[in-house]
């Protein structure tokens, strides 16, 4: 048995070691509590300032001149001598139209000329009467210049008629479409049965000689495209195939639906060019802001506005900042204010940053940066 000091003893011992097992958990949880979270992250470094861009449109390849011809009188076409796709050469018949009508007015005119040169005859030989009559003082001087002015008038009507008479035989002629260069044609516009009236077009001809591709340009970019700026121009039938084209035309208003500006692009001579070929242009654009791009992934929103989260080596912890976005492009985001090269920002899970958070930048910074720099993107990933 234990005496009732020993008992006592006992106690005092089992609460001891109770405190001395509270207070070693208690500083187990404050060092618990106190630990840092460090996170790895991935980031690009800003290395250089974004000057310009690239622009690319496509647009279809064209002769420099095209001939929309049409009958210079109205009529009923009565035949059609050519297809899509046919060769020409000036002076061909392209197409024709009833001349019946203008042949009545021709041989109407005819007749009128000569009896306008018959009146002119009769008025003549009465002139010639008169002066003789006067000379011999038979008739008076009156009766001379009636005669005259009879004659006078008779050869007026008689130049009328011979023009009418060119004119009728012009309006025979010009029933017979021709053209007038060598080319292709590119479009029927009016078949055979069709009336059509002067001016109308019946046929399209691509003029041989110099090509072009016509391209649409917004206007949010044809500011960049002058007359005389040298272009890239590709080819989707022939990968092969690029050409240096020159602008050589830039539309002087938008057109009404497309809100677009014709751009006309002159090509060098290429016997591979063929006309109605799908081009592709690339030119360089140059920005008159200085741009940044980071990956889409670095991009963030806080509050409502775009941010990004920047590392500050030194810290090693991650600091919010505003941004404004210039534009999207197809592997990032252009940034205009906000950034400068030198920044380094996080380019992946921006939804775990918080502010003033410890991040971790892995060993591979160093070698990766260069070999970004050494492919010339404007942005360097590293891990």
């Not at 000379?135 to 007026?156: D, H, R």
């Not at 001579?269 to 791009?293: C, E, F, R």
Request: glycine fraction near 8%.
């Amino acid at each position: 048995m234990f005496s009732p000091s020993h008992s006592a003893f006992r106690i005092v011992l089992i609460a001891c070691a109770s405190a001395a097992a509270l207070t070693l958990s208690g500083c187990s949880e404050e060092k618990a509590e106190t630990k840092e979270i460090v996170r790895p992250v991935k980031v690009v470094e800003i290395a250089a300032i974004d000057t310009s861009r690239t622009l690319s449109y496509s647009g279809t390849v064209r002769a420099r001149t095209e001939m929309n011809l049409g009958f210079r009188v109205n009529g009923k076409i009565t035949g059609r001598l050519v297809d899509i796709g046919q060769r020409v050469k000036s002076g061909d018949l392209l197409a024709r139209i009833d001349q019946a009508d203008y042949a009545l007015a021709l041989t109407s005119a005819k007749a009128n000329l000569d009896a306008a040169e018959r009146q002119v005859e009769t008025t003549e030989l009465a002139r010639l009467r008169a002066e003789q009559l006067f000379a011999k003082n038979v008739s008076p001087k009156s009766q001379l210049e009636q005669a005259t002015l009879s004659y006078n008038q008779a050869v007026a009507t008689r130049d009328s008629a011979r023009s009418a008479l060119d004119q009728a035989t012009n309006q025979v002629n010009y029933t017979d479409l021709k053209s007038d260069q060598n080319g292709i044609v590119t479009a029927i516009s009016a078949d055979i049965g069709q009336v059509v009236g002067s001016g109308t077009p019946v046929v399209s001809v691509a003029v041989d000689g110099e090509k072009e591709v016509l391209v649409a340009i917004p206007e949010t970019d044809i500011a960049q495209f002058k007359p005389g700026k040298t272009v890239t121009v590709g080819f989707w039938s022939n990968a092969a195939l690029m050409l240096q084209g020159k602008v050589r035309e830039v539309a002087g208003s938008a057109e009404p639906q497309s809100r677009t500006f014709a751009v006309r692009i002159s090509l060098p001579n290429d016997p591979d060019v063929l006309l109605g070929m799908t081009a592709g242009i690339v030119a360089v654009a140059a920005d008159t802001q200085q741009l940044v791009s980071i990956p889409l992934g670095a991009l963030a929103r806080k509050d409502g506005q775009p941010i990004v989260w920047t590392v500050d080596r030194a810290a090693g912890t991650v600091h919010a900042r505003a941004v404004k976005v210039a534009d999207f492009t197809g592997d990032g985001v252009r940034i205009a204010e906000g950034l400068k090269p030198g920044d380094v920002v996080v380019a992946a899970g921006t939804q775990f940053m918080t502010e003033g958070l410890k991040v971790k930048l892995g060993s591979e910074t160093v070698q990766q940066s260069a070999a970004a720099a050494a492919t010339g993107d404007n942005t360097q990933l590293v891990r």
